[in-house]
T-cell receptor, first 114, second 115 residues
Framework: GAGVSQSPRYKVAKRGQDVALRCDPI?????LFWYQQALGQGPEFLTY????????KSGLPSDRFFAERPEGSVSTLKIQRTQQEDSAVYLC????????????FGDGTRLSIL | AQSVSQHNHHVILSEAASLELGCNYS??????LFWYVQYPGQHLQLLLK??????LVKGIKGFEAEFIKSKFSFNLRKPSVQWSDTAEYFC?????????????FGKGTSLLVTP
């Protein structure tokens, strides 16, 4: 069946530009997570949604990062005024359970800031 | 700072060799534990998980892991690796399973299995 879909797969932006990354979770999945994975590191938690409610945004590194899931399905991660340190793979994961486990991951969006 | 530590960053084994990848965490209390695998060019996939009960957990593709609470460890094992096991392996911990759902990952171990 269809897994978690992320788009675009690759994104190159100039420093200072705004970017938007999209995540289509598995249909019917209640929980949705965003992670940031820098080169050579494990994924780091950014934010968590249960349906349309953003229950945890403690991992967002700055107020330039914003995520939404307005209808409890598709989610968008927006990064404003991008900086070079934002270069990373951004992973989306979803789970059918309110407890969020286990998580099913997408292929990620590789973001490069020039 | 609380963390998840994977001791080996790069491991090279010959086919049929035994595998053990170490994972330690520093969170107290009840935790949920996971091992994820990322094959080249693919997304992260769940290998196995531990929530409670038998501390020896069996996963897919012949992998198993043992939770040792006193050592804060959750090491991954496989008796005989195959070339197709070449991948990146991540240990992950949910340190607050009753109130928070984020996973904290280790840095990963890159496994190369040679024919």
């Amino acid at each position: 069946g269809a897994g978690v879909s992320q788009s675009p797969r690759y994104k190159v932006a100039k420093r200072g530009q705004d970017v938007a990354l999209r995540c289509d979770p598995i249909s019917g999945h209640v929980s949705l997570f965003w992670y940031q994975q820098a080169l050579g590191q494990g994924p780091e938690f950014l934010t968590y949604f249960q349906n349309e409610a953003q229950l945890d945004k403690s991992g967002l590194p700055s107020d330039r990062f914003f995520a939404e899931r307005p209808e409890g399905s598709v989610s968008t991660l927006k990064i404003q005024r991008t900086q070079q340190e934002d270069s990373a793979v951004y992973l989306c994961a979803s789970s059918p359970h309110r407890g969020g486990q286990p998580q099913h991951f997408g292929d990620g969006t590789r973001l490069s800031i020039l | 700072a609380q963390s998840v530590s994977q001791h080996n960053h790069h491991v090279i084994l010959s086919e049929a060799a035994s595998l053990e990848l170490g994972c330690n965490y520093s969170y107290g209390g009840t935790v949920n534990l996971f091992w994820y695998v990322q094959y080249p060019g693919q997304h992260l996939q769940l290998l196995l998980k531990y929530f409670s009960g038998d501390p020896l957990v069996k996963g897919i593709k012949g992998f198993e892991a043992e939770f040792i609470k006193s050592k804060f460890s959750f090491n991954l094992r496989k008796p005989s690796v195959q070339w197709s096991d070449t991948a990146e392996y991540f240990c992950a911990v949910n340190p607050r399973p009753n109130s928070g759902y984020a996973l904290n990952f280790g840095k990963g171990t890159s496994l190369l299995v040679t024919p």
